[in-house]
């Protein structure tokens, strides 16, 4: 009977939130409506212009309750930091303590200036008080169970020679190396489900200052001026948590710079204090109560505000059904909010007046990239470009078509440019094969990325957009922009549009290796089942909007041919002005020997990546429905599939007149040894690499037209064309019956490619397209 009540009781209680919660959540929108209504009505202050902290002393403020253990085992290595200048000085704000802690500090440290307060004002309050108090314009809070190493505030107090700086955060290690390191300085803050995220980056390759959200309240410099511009540590996030996450927030709006110092290095007992007084759930409810406050104080864009309040009232309405989770706002949560609305109006209304930039910006400036972008006047014309070059797959060796252009572009570009590689791998293994390439580079990092997820219908976002999704990849991307000075970013694939930026002087530049959208079109007919075609399609309306909505944001688009520019402008009118054709469709027609004669006869080569779903069906096709036809006209044909994890051979016909390679080291190995080149793709978007080596090799090819869609759109030209199985079966047996006219159709499709699709050439344009772009963005 008392399982039964308590059960009626959850559910009353989960009745009640799913009606209270969306109130609630209406009540905290009409506070902050109020508290902009009273904003507008008053005439907004003048914002103070920037200046550089005087003097070269540094404030060293400790708040301290009841810390008396911490003070005697770390304030000796602090004192003797901070007596390396006389300028110096070190503030110990004693919060009432009741150990003895400030009878300890007069008596073992009267060199130390002692603040004792009658009552424990919080870190918050002790931090104002001692901040108040200091001589010098560069204040440093630390906690109390932090140690430093002897030459920590230097590099904090040279960065401040910037006048926009506000606040320079330490490295922070843990006392305990075997605790993992959730805190190191290094922060991060972005919006996502209508709220704030942080977390902390660990960098060891970091060697200068880097912008970060935010500096830690316990282990960071601040300008003292600035600190007091912006009201210090908010009393309305009390009692503590996220203090310093609201005043580092509130610099970025206001225009301000906080940057993580990797010199400068301490050493950190977590929870030290903290977690001594308050238990682990008291802990989660103040953050939860105060992640709430922040938006309501400092997210001014209302568009953002309508996604909070939805997620605030679902996510309590969720945890009352399911059980609270610590990544939702509760009723709890919301219910103290809303009981300190008053303060709230105050802060948000402070918070607006001081505002410079928009909510996006402010989130945006702390990434590398865009710190770079804002910060730092870059020169509009350069004769080297610095090109991040952003692959999803590795490139070497090139095993498939696009890994063929994108290898065939670095090596080139590399002599024009200084290239800088950020590459995503699959599996460790996969790095190796690149040594040579990286050593042709200025630069090369690899990221193994997590193993792709699994297919969901429901989110809007293409599945191939979202399986490469990932916060610490656009982390290291930024890191990267802003470590070398990049002038011009180069995404590969749809799939990367996703990492473009909204950047005012480095163009972002898009090579749709396919058109995405188009790709998938193509494929519906193939699929069978009512629910996979269904779910295809699906995917196919994603695709559809996503690449239509992503594409305008680019700088530039290229597309391997004419009849992909043409596909999207059909979608896409607006682009005319940005599609590139001819800059990335290339070989290195030299490296590929033109053979005409010594060819096996009655041999054909397959030739493709496995892993490509295209070559597939291509190859099912060709088996089942042409190779029947050929092996009527000519009985001792044969055909061979050379390519990277090919089907087993039980999978195909069975029979002598099939030979299965799979993946060689040089794919100019058969292209020189075999007589006919098959390409019988049915679906697909771009162009087909290995058809563009064919030709450079001379051997003779039978396509479909969707196979030599860019390439060949008269049959006979430059290869045979059809498009069903009887034509297709017709031409290669024509073509291996009648050597001199495979041989001139070879001929005439190797100068096509010398002329018009030669890398050494289509690069030279590629890096003169680059320095086109810069200028453009640079010149405004």
């Not at 190493?149 to 305990?176: K, M, N, T, W």
């Not at 009527?632 to 016909?653: S, W």
Request: charged residues 25%; aromatic residues 10%; hydrophobic residues 45%.
């Amino acid at each position: 009977m008392k399982k039964t009540l308590a059960i009626i009781g959850k559910i009353l209680r989960a009745l009640l939130i799913t009606v209270a919660a969306p109130l609630a959540a209406l009540a905290g929108a009409l506070v902050l409506a109020m508290a902009d209504a009273a904003f507008r009505l008053k005439k907004r202050p003048a914002l103070k212009p920037a200046t550089r902290p005087e003097g070269r002393g540094a404030s060293i403020v400790i708040p301290n309750w009841n810390g008396r253990d911490l003070l005697e085992k770390y304030l000796p290595a602090v004192v003797a930091a901070a007596g390396v200048d006389a300028a110096h000085e070190v503030i110990v704000v004693d919060n009432g303590s009741d150990d003895g802690s400030a009878e300890f500090v007069r008596e073992r440290f009267p060199a130390v200036r002692l603040i004792a307060l009658k009552e424990n004002l919080g870190f918050g309050g002790g931090s104002n008080t001692g901040v108040k108090a200091a001589r010098n314009e560069i204040v440093v809070l630390l906690n109390s169970d932090m140690r430093v190493e002897p030459g920590f505030l230097a590099p904090l107090v040279q960065d401040f020679a910037d006048e926009r700086v506000f606040a320079v955060s330490c490295q922070i290690f843990f006392s305990d190396p075997a605790k993992r390191r959730e805190e190191t300085g290094l922060t991060e803050g972005w919006w996502e489900n209508g709220g704030l995220r942080v977390t902390h980056h660990i960098d060891d390759e970091l060697r200068e200052p880097y912008p970060c959200f935010y500096g830690g309240g316990g282990s960071c410099a601040f300008h003292r001026d600035k600190f007091l511009e912006l009201g210090g540590f908010d009393e309305l996030l009390r009692p503590f948590y996220l203090e310093d996450t609201d005043l580092g927030y509130m610099a970025w709006k206001r225009g301000w710079k906080v940057l993580y110092e990797p010199r400068s290095v301490v050493y950190h007992e977590h929870r030290g204090t903290i977690g001594k007084k308050f238990r682990e759930d008291e802990i989660r409810a103040v953050l939860k109560k105060n992640y709430l406050l922040f938006v309501w104080k400092n997210i001014h864009e209302w568009k953002k505000l309508a996604e909070h309040f939805f997620y605030a009232a679902a996510g309590a309405v969720w945890g009352a059904w399911s059980g609270a989770a610590f990544a939702r706002a509760d009723m709890s949560a919301l219910m103290r909010a809303l009981g300190q609305a008053p303060e709230t109006m105050r802060s948000r209304i402070r918070a607006r007046n001081l505002a410079a930039v928009s909510d996006t910006e402010a989130f945006r400036r702390p990434l590398g990239g865009y710190f770079l972008d804002r910060f730092e006047k870059l020169p509009a014309r350069v004769d080297r470009p610095k090109v991040l070059f952003f692959s999803p797959y590795r490139i070497a060796p090139p095993t498939h078509g696009g890994g063929v252009f994108m290898y065939q572009t670095v090596r080139e570009l590399a002599k024009l440019a200084d290239v800088h590689l950020l590459v995503l791998l699959e599996h460790e293994r996969e790095r190796a094969p690149h040594a040579e390439l990286a050593s042709a580079v200025r630069s090369a990092d690899f990221i193994v990325r997590r193993a792709p997820g699994r297919y969901e219908v429901g989110p809007l976002l293409p599945h191939a957009v979202r399986e490469f999704r990932s916060r610490d990849v656009a982390w290291r991307m930024h890191r990267k922009l802003f470590s070398e000075r990049i002038d011009v970013v180069q995404l590969e694939y749809t799939h990367l549009a996703q990492y473009a930026c909204e950047l005012k002087q480095i163009p972002s530049i898009l090579f749709e290796h396919d058109v995405y959208f188009q790709s998938v079109g193509r494929g519906l007919s193939q699929i069978g089942g009512i629910g996979a075609r269904a779910a295809a399609f699906y995917e196919y309306l994603r695709a559809l909007r996503y690449e239509l909505r992503v594409l305008p944001r680019m700088d530039r688009v290229q597309v391997c041919s004419a009849a992909n520019a043409k596909y999207l402008l059909g979608f896409r009118p607006g682009l005319r002005d940005k599609i590139d054709d001819g800059l990335r469709a290339g070989i290195d027609t030299a490296s590929y020997s033109y053979t005409e004669a010594g060819r096996e006869p009655d041999t054909m080569l397959f030739l493709g990546s496995f892993r490509h779903v295209p070559n597939q069906e291509g190859l099912r096709w060709f088996t089942q429905e042409v190779l029947p036809k050929i092996l009527e006209k000519r009985p001792g044909a044969r055909l061979v599939i050379v390519g990277a994890e090919p089907p087993p051979r039980h999978a195909l016909p069975p029979g002598e007149a099939i030979e299965l390679r799979g993946f060689v080291e040089d794919v100019r190995e058969p292209l020189a040894r075999y007589a006919l080149f098959v390409c019988p793709i049915l679906r697909g978007s771009g162009m087909r690499v290995k058809l563009l080596e064919a030709f450079a090799a001379g051997i003779p090819v039978v396509s479909t037209p969707l196979g030599a869609e860019g390439l060949a759109e008269r049959d006979g030209e430059l290869c045979a064309l059809a498009a069903d199985p009887e034509g297709f079966a017709r031409h290669a047996v024509e073509l291996l019956e009648e050597p001199e006219k495979a041989r001139a159709l070879a001929a005439r499709a190797r100068a096509e490619v010398v002329e018009h699709r030669d890398m050494k050439a289509i690069t030279k344009k590629l890096n003169e397209s680059y320095k086109a772009a810069i200028a453009g963005k640079r010149d405004r």
